[in-house]
C-alpha cells in the first residue's frame, strides 16, 4: 500500500518532537503550508482516483483535523473522493461473479466512475484487472451482455442500444427495474394446478432472476414454495381420493383446485386432508397450519421469557457469550418471538431496542416434527427451539451492542457492512467455541439437524466458512449473504453527497414556483384535488412525476423539511473523519477477538466440524482496501 509522499508529510509535521496543539482557526501560514498537499493529494485522488492513495489518506487519521481547519471544502472533496475510491475498489475484490457485483454496485449509484461505464472500466484495466472485464461488463448491464428476454423488454419500454451506451449506471437500472415488473407482477400473482406448471413458472423467473432485487427474489421464492406444494398436495389428494371419491371430500377438492390466490388453495388442501385424517407435510410446511399449530400472545410471551434465560446460561463461557452478557448486565434483553417475513430468521430494532426471532420457523420446525405449537415451550421440543435459535440471537445481540456502542462513543448510526460482518464473524465464532466446549450436546446438535430447521442449517455453513477458510471469511460474508450492503468508506462518502437532496429540494422549489404564476382559480383547483402525501417506492422521475398530483400545503412542508436536512447534512461534515476511525477501530477489534477465539480452539477435522455446510472458493486476490483482509488462493 501507498503511503503520502514524505514531502506532503513534512509539510504538516510539527516543528518539534512534540505533538503539535491544535490551532483555533486556519491561519495564513497553515494555509500556505496545506496548499501543496492539496495539490498533490487532488492530483493522486481526484484526477488519478488511485485507491491505494486514497486509503492511505484516509488512515493518516492524525492529519484529518489539521487538514480540515487549512480549507474544509478541499478536504471534504477529497475525503469524499477518497471513500468512494476505496469502497469501489474493494466491491472489485470482495464480489467475484456478476450478480453479487451487480447488487453491490446498484447501491452506489452516483458514483462518478458508474455514471460513465466506460471509464470504470478503463480504471478496472489499471486499477483492478484482478477483476474480470467480462464480468464487469455484464454488472454495469451493458446492452450486450444482456440476454434476449430483457432486451426484448427494455425494447418495449422504449429503449435503444445506441442511447444505452451512454447511460449511467443508475439510469440503467432504473430502466431495467420498470421493464421486469410487469413480468414479476404476473408471477407473484400467478398460481399453478400441476407440478409441470410450478416448474414452468420457475423457468419463467430464471430467465429473469439475476436482474431483480433481492427482496423482489425473496417474495418470488416464498411465492414458488407455496406453488410448489400445492400443486403437489393437488395431485396428492386427487391419488388418495381414487375414482369413487367422498362427493364432499371432491367437491372441497374442485374449490381448492379452483382458486385463484395460492394461499387460498393451500388454506382449502389443508381442510381437505384434515377431512381425509392425513397428514400432507408439503401443505403443513407452506400452509396457515392449523390452529394449535399457531402460538398466541401468552404462548410468545412464555417461549420468549423461557429463551432469555436458557440463552443467558447457553453463552455463558464463551468469549463472545461473556462479552454479550457484560452488556445484558447493563442493558435489557427484550427477546420476543413474532411472525416475520420470508428469508428473515432474527431482527434487532434499535428504535424499541427489541430483538426478535422467527415464530413461522420454530413452528414450522414444530409440524415437521409433528408436534403443536404448545410443545415448543415443552421439555425436548424447547431445548430444540433454545440449541435451534442461539446463535441467530447471539447475531442479533451483537447488532444491540452495536447500538450500545453508537449511543455511548456518541457517533452517528452508519448502515455498514461491517456490522453485518461484525455478527456474522462472532455468531460463527460463538459456534465453533460452544461447539468445542460441548460436543457431545450443542456440537453433535447442530451437526444432525440441519435438515430440520434452517436456524441450524445457516448457522453450521457460517461456522464451517469460519473454520475452513478463516482467510476469506470476510470476503465470502459480503459477497454470499450481504452484497447489496455498503461499506464504511461508502457511508462516509454518502455524508458528503448532498446531490440527491439537492436535486430534490430544486425540484420542489420548481414546481412551486410553477404554481405561483398560475392564475388563482386554477391553483385552488389543483388543491382541491392534489393529495396529502405519497405513497409507495418512487424512481426520481416518478417521483418528479408525482409532485403536481400534491396539495401545495404539503409541497411547502416537504420543502421545510428538505432544506433542514440539507443544512444538517452540511453541518456534520467535520465530524465524518472521526466518525469514520471509529467504525474502523470497531471493526479491527472485532476481527482480533475473533482471530483470538480461533487460535484457541484445537485444529480442525480435515473436512470441517459441521457436515454439509458450504466453502465461497475464490481466486488470488490483492489485498482488499478496507476491511476485507488479505488475499489468498482459493
Not at 382458486?259 to 388453495?265: A, T
Not at 403443513?284 to 429463551?307: F, H, T, V
Not at 420454530?362 to 409440524?367: C, T, V
Amino acid at each position: 500500500m501507498r503511503l503520502l509522499p514524505l514531502a506532503a508529510l513534512l509539510l504538516l509535521a510539527p516543528l518539534s518532537g512534540r505533538a503539535a496543539p491544535p490551532e483555533p482557526e486556519a491561519t495564513p501560514e497553515l494555509k500556505a503550508r496545506a496548499a501543496p498537499l492539496f495539490a498533490e493529494l487532488s492530483k493522486e485522488i481526484l484526477t488519478d482516483r488511485d485507491p491505494y492513495a486514497s486509503k492511505a489518506f484516509l488512515d493518516r487519521t492524525d492529519s484529518h483535523e489539521l487538514l480540515r481547519k487549512a480549507d474544509p471544502q478541499a478536504f471534504d472533496r477529497l475525503f469524499e473522493g477518497a471513500s468512494q475510491l476505496v469502497d469501489l475498489h474493494r466491491v472489485m475484490v470482495d464480489h467475484v461473479n456478476t450478480t453479487s457485483l451487480r447488487e453491490a454496485l446498484s447501491k452506489r449509484e452516483g458514483y462518478p466512475l458508474l455514471e460513465k461505464p466506460a471509464e470504470l472500466l478503463s480504471w478496472r484495466k489499471k486499477y483492478a484487472d484482478y477483476q474480470k472485464e467480462d464480468t464487469l461488463r455484464a454488472a454495469l448491464l451493458e446492452w450486450t451482455t444482456l440476454p434476449a428476454e430483457v432486451r426484448t423488454a427494455l425494447t418495449a419500454a422504449g429503449k435503444k442500444p445506441g442511447e444505452w451506451a451512454g447511460t449511467g449506471y443508475g439510469a440503467r437500472s432504473d430502466a431495467l427495474e420498470a421493464a421486469l415488473n410487469p413480468a414479476v407482477d404476473r408471477l407473484k400473482g400467478s398460481v399453478a394446478r400441476t407440478p409441470a406448471e410450478a416448474k414452468a413458472l420457475r423457468d419463467q423467473a430464471q430467465k429473469i432472476w439475476t436482474y431483480l432485487d433481492k427482496d423482489v427474489k425473496a417474495a418470488l421464492l416464498q411465492h414458488f414454495e407455496k406453488t410448489d406444494a400445492a400443486s403437489a398436495a393437488l395431485a396428492d389428494a386427487e391419488s388418495k381420493l381414487g375414482k369413487n371419491p367422498d362427493p364432499a371430500l371432491a367437491a372441497k377438492l374442485a374449490e381448492a383446485r379452483k382458486s385463484g390466490d395460492v394461499d387460498g388453495m393451500l388454506g382449502k388442501l389443508g381442510s381437505l386432508f384434515d377431512g381425509m385424517n392425513v397428514r400432507n407435510e408439503a401443505v403443513e410446511r407452506a400452509g396457515p397450519g392449523r390452529a394449535d399449530q399457531r402460538l398466541d400472545a401468552a404462548g410468545r410471551q412464555a417461549l420468549s421469557e423461557m429463551l432469555v434465560t436458557g440463552v443467558k446460561r447457553e453463552m455463558a463461557g464463551t468469549v463472545v457469550g461473556e462479552r454479550l452478557l457484560r452488556m445484558y448486565a447493563k442493558e435489557p434483553f427484550n427477546l420476543v418471538v413474532k411472525p416475520m417475513p420470508a428469508g428473515i430468521m432474527g431482527q434487532y430494532t434499535a428504535h424499541d431496542n427489541v430483538l426478535a426471532v422467527s415464530e413461522d420457523l420454530l413452528l414450522r420446525m414444530a409440524r415437521e416434527q409433528g408436534k403443536s405449537a404448545g410443545d415448543l415451550l415443552k421439555g425436548e421440543m424447547f431445548d430444540r427451539a433454545l440449541k435451534s435459535t442461539l446463535s441467530t440471537i447471539v447475531h442479533e445481540s451483537v447488532h444491540q451492542e452495536q447500538a450500545v456502542w453508537r449511543r455511548d462513543h456518541k457517533v452517528p448510526y452508519w448502515d455498514v457492512v461491517e456490522h453485518e460482518m461484525e455478527a456474522k464473524t462472532l455468531e460463527a465464532a460463538f459456534i465453533l467455541q460452544k461447539s468445542a466446549q460441548d460436543p457431545k450436546g450443542y456440537g453433535k446438535f447442530m451437526a444432525e439437524n440441519q435438515k430440520s430447521s434452517v436456524f441450524v442449517r445457516e448457522g453450521a455453513a457460517l461456522a464451517n466458512k469460519m473454520q475452513r477458510s478463516p482467510e476469506t471469511f470476510r470476503m465470502s460474508i459480503q459477497a454470499d449473504y450481504y452484497p447489496a450492503e455498503v461499506s464504511i468508506e461508502a457511508n462516509a462518502a454518502r455524508a458528503y453527497d448532498n446531490g440527491v437532496m439537492t436535486d430534490m429540494r430544486d425540484q420542489l422549489r420548481a414546481e412551486l414556483a410553477r404554481r405561483a404564476a398560475l392564475p388563482r382559480a386554477q391553483r385552488t383547483a389543483l388543491d382541491a384535488a392534489g393529495q396529502a402525501g405519497l405513497q409507495g417506492r418512487f424512481t426520481r422521475d416518478t417521483w418528479v412525476a408525482a409532485l403536481p398530483g400534491l396539495k401545495e400545503e404539503t409541497l411547502r412542508t416537504m420543502m421545510g423539511r428538505q432544506e433542514q436536512a440539507l443544512a444538517a447534512r452540511t453541518d456534520a461534515r467535520a465530524a465524518v473523519p472521526r466518525t469514520y476511525a471509529e467504525y474502523r477501530a470497531r471493526d479491527a477489534e472485532t476481527q482480533a477477538l475473533a482471530a483470538g477465539v480461533l487460535a484457541s480452539l484445537s485444529s480442525p477435522q480435515p473436512n470441517g466440524g459441521f457436515a454439509g455446510g458450504s466453502l465461497t472458493k475464490t481466486g488470488f486476490v490483492p489485498a482488499p482496501t478496507g476491511g476485507g483482509g488479505p488475499g489468498k488462493k482459493k
